[in-house]
């Protein structure tokens, strides 16, 4: 493992290089075992899937979403989802598109699934033609994602997590690691939203990625408080 330590004047970005036999030593020091592993389905009504996400709804359920159509951008690619009760996983169904009108459909990407501390969960995504054009929407459940709120967009500026989860701090307070990236497709750049522990009132949180391109950024926490970004690289390492 090599880990190469460059300072800037707001950020200290990390490179980490990690070997697939470190890992596995890892495991193996720590037990790592498999409890379970099984697909979701067989068989589905779309041709590809990508982007899954998974949320703990009870003791004895969890929900998984994702994307899924006939390739990623196509226009008919939706948000899907399967709750695994007891051990065993639903037909997925469909809880979200990019209808606009009866003549205009964009595709969905990265779905989120977040349920907050005050029971309500939420169920963020994009839609949009690609990455570079696209803009964020959610729905929220008060039912476990039994039944889904319309649809609804956040205020220009704003995408809600771009890929990985939120986290709801002490002060009740969520954080949403987020991203963009240049219509040229040549800056990759991260940022943090933050909003009330009701999801209203957002903040965004600008963060300098010096001469890094990175976006997709996920947040580690710690017992002491700590918070970690770790994000996706266009030099092909994870960037801290």
């Not at 495991?27 to 996400?53: G, R």
């Not at 997925?92 to 595709?107: K, M, T, Y």
């Not at 926490?221 to 918070?227: D, M, R, V």
Request: glycine share 6%; proline share 5%.
């Amino acid at each position: 493992m090599l880990f190469l330590g460059i300072k800037t004047p707001r950020l200290i970005l990390i490179i980490s290089m990690l070997s697939i036999g470190f890992f596995q030593s890892k495991a193996q020091k720590n037990n790592v075992q498999i409890i379970s592993s099984k697909y979701i389905f067989e068989t589905a009504p779309f041709d590809a899937c990508h982007a899954s996400t998974l949320v703990e709804l009870d003791k004895n359920s969890v929900m998984s979403a994702w994307f899924g159509g006939k390739h990623e951008g196509s226009n008919d690619v939706s948000i899907w989802a399967s709750v695994n009760h007891n051990g065993k996983w639903s037909l997925p169904i469909e809880i979200a598109d990019g209808i606009q009108n009866d003549s205009l459909r964009f595709p969905c990407w990265n779905p989120v699934l977040f349920k907050a501390k005050n029971g309500i969960l939420y169920l963020h995504y994009k839609v949009g033609p690609n990455p570079r054009a696209w803009w964020a929407e959610y729905k929220t459940s008060n039912n476990n994602g039994k039944t889904w709120s319309d649809a609804k967009k956040l205020a220009e500026g704003f995408l809600g997590p771009i890929k990985n989860k939120p986290i709801q701090i002490k002060n009740g307070e969520i954080l949403y690691p987020s991203s963009t990236e240049s219509l040229d497709e040549k800056k990759w750049i991260i940022h943090i939203e933050k909003s009330d522990a009701k999801g209203k009132n957002w903040r965004k949180i600008n963060i300098d990625c010096d001469t890094f391109g990175v976006i997709q950024p996920s947040i580690l926490t710690y017992p002491n408080g700590k918070l970690q970004l770790l994000c996706r690289s266009r030099q092909n390492v994870i960037i801290e």
